[in-house]
């Protein structure tokens, strides 16, 4: 096995020896990286006469020395790296180079929802919707004539909301993911990694967080249509200036995890030092927007088709948003 890391963010990497000489990408910065030749074999040492001790000569067996208390043993540790001296660690996975994928960056962003986990989640927001929606219409059937009056229905909305909220919160929180995911220079949708139990609270504030990073953006015009119900060129200037700066805030809110991020010296600051690109993303962020908006409920299509596809479209948009912090997290220098 060869064993080296990454020169650009340290990453300890083991390949086998086959592998020696090739290059590949880093499974953690993704950076283009060459795997070292396999060290040769040294040549065995000269053995060296003992010269025998007084223990050897008294046919005394060799001192034993007691283990080190484990805080002891922690400074012997700490030392030896401070001095720069190797410190085993523990061993890591084997980690293969990963290979730059053929597809061009478009389809590749495209692309980013054909997965398992991205099928999966997509099957999952379509259907539990209707399942959950033939059920509460079973339930009204069956206790209607009980209740005249719409009161049957009443009562199926109120026992079904629970679950569509909680439903809505997941899907908040899954699409977030999708940004954190895409930030770390994954190209396909992944599983959520649940290191703890995962509560209705983690739901909750994600959503509001979500809704804040819109929000932040879209006041000024929402603001001046409930004033004025006018839709005059003021009303487009607004809507224009919060759509340009959507994108950032929604990205910054997300890779943050934090309302803080919603600052608006540090959205323009962010903008002014990526501007270029950033036109960019706002133009892939809209042309995305528009197909899933107003094309494709327009296809004559099943409505859970349709359903699926502007889903699809959503975790691509929230891949774009992740490969550009991805690209570009060193002009940004949000220090993550």
Same mark, same amino acid.
Not at 175 to 180: E, G, L
Not at 187 to 208: H, K, P
Not at 213 to 224: F, L
């Given at each position: 096995?060869?064993?080296?890391?990454? &020169?650009?963010?340290?990453?300890?990497?083991?390949?086998?020896?086959?592998?020696?000489?090739?290059?590949?990408?880093?499974?953690?910065?993704?950076?283009?990286?060459?795997? #070292?030749?396999? &060290? %040769?074999?040294?040549? #065995? %040492?000269?053995?060296?006469?003992?010269?025998?001790?007084?223990?050897?000569?008294?046919?005394?067996?060799? &001192?034993?020395?007691?283990?080190?208390?484990?805080?002891?043993?922690? %400074?012997?540790?700490?030392?030896?790296?401070?001095?720069?001296?190797?410190?085993?660690?523990?061993?890591?996975?084997?980690? %293969?180079?990963?290979?730059? #994928?053929?597809?061009?960056?478009?389809?590749?962003?495209?692309?980013?929802?054909?997965?398992?986990?991205?099928?999966?989640?997509?099957?999952?927001?379509?259907?539990?919707?209707?399942?959950?929606?033939?059920?509460?219409?079973?339930?009204?059937?069956?206790?209607?004539?009980?209740? &005249?009056?719409?009161?049957?229905?009443?009562?199926?909305?109120?026992?079904?909301?629970?679950?569509?909220?909680?439903?809505?919160?997941?899907?908040?929180?899954?699409?977030?993911?999708?940004?954190?995911?895409?930030?770390?220079?994954?190209?396909?949708?992944?599983?959520?990694?649940?290191?703890?139990a995962l509560s209705f609270g983690d739901l909750l504030s994600q959503t509001i967080l979500l809704i804040a990073c819109v929000a932040i953006s879209c006041w000024p015009v929402a603001v001046y249509y409930v004033l004025t119900e006018r839709t005059d060129a003021w009303y487009w200037l607004l809507g224009a200036v919060g759509v340009f700066f959507l994108p950032m805030s929604f990205l910054g809110g997300v890779v943050f995890d934090s309302f803080e991020a919603?600052?608006?010296?540090?959205?323009?600051?962010?903008?002014?030092?990526?501007?270029?690109?950033?036109?960019?993303?706002?133009?892939?962020?809209?042309?995305?927007?528009?197909?899933?908006?107003?094309?494709?409920?327009?296809?004559?299509?099943?409505?859970?088709?349709?359903?699926?596809?502007?889903?699809?479209?959503?975790?691509?948009?929230?891949?774009?948003?992740?490969?550009?912090?991805?690209?570009?997290?060193?002009?940004?220098?949000?220090?993550?």
């Amino acid at each position: 096995m060869v064993t080296f890391r990454c &020169p650009n963010c340290g990453q300890k990497i083991r390949v086998p020896d086959e592998k020696a000489g090739r290059t590949g990408r880093c499974p953690r910065c993704k950076a283009r990286i060459q795997v #070292p030749p396999a &060290p %040769e074999p040294a040549a #065995p %040492e000269a053995v060296v006469p003992k010269k025998p001790t007084l223990n050897d000569l008294l046919d005394l067996p060799a &001192p034993t020395q007691a283990p080190l208390p484990r805080s002891q043993a922690d %400074e012997v540790v700490t030392s030896e790296a401070e001095q720069g001296q190797s410190v085993p660690l523990p061993a890591d996975p084997l980690a %293969e180079v990963i290979e730059e #994928p053929r597809l061009p960056w478009f389809l590749d962003a495209l692309a980013y929802p054909v997965s398992s986990s991205g099928a999966v989640n997509i099957g999952v927001f379509v259907i539990a919707p209707q399942i959950v929606a033939f059920v509460g219409n079973c339930l009204a059937r069956f206790i209607g004539p009980a209740l &005249p009056g719409g009161g049957a229905a009443y009562l199926t909305r109120l026992l079904t909301l629970p679950f569509y909220i909680v439903f809505a919160c997941y899907v908040c929180y899954y699409i977030a993911h999708c940004v954190i995911d895409s930030s770390r220079g994954h190209r396909r949708a992944s599983d959520i990694q649940m290191t703890r139990a995962l509560s209705f609270g983690d739901l909750l504030s994600q959503t509001i967080l979500l809704i804040a990073c819109v929000a932040i953006s879209c006041w000024p015009v929402a603001v001046y249509y409930v004033l004025t119900e006018r839709t005059d060129a003021w009303y487009w200037l607004l809507g224009a200036v919060g759509v340009f700066f959507l994108p950032m805030s929604f990205l910054g809110g997300v890779v943050f995890d934090s309302f803080e991020a919603l600052n608006p010296l540090l959205i323009l600051q962010s903008i002014w030092r990526t501007l270029l690109p950033y036109g960019a993303l706002v133009l892939f962020f809209l042309a995305i927007a528009a197909l899933a908006t107003a094309v494709i409920p327009r296809l004559p299509i099943w409505a859970f088709l349709r359903l699926a596809v502007q889903i699809y479209l959503l975790l691509v948009l929230a891949n774009g948003l992740g490969r550009f912090y991805w690209r570009y997290r060193d002009r940004l220098d949000w220090g993550i």
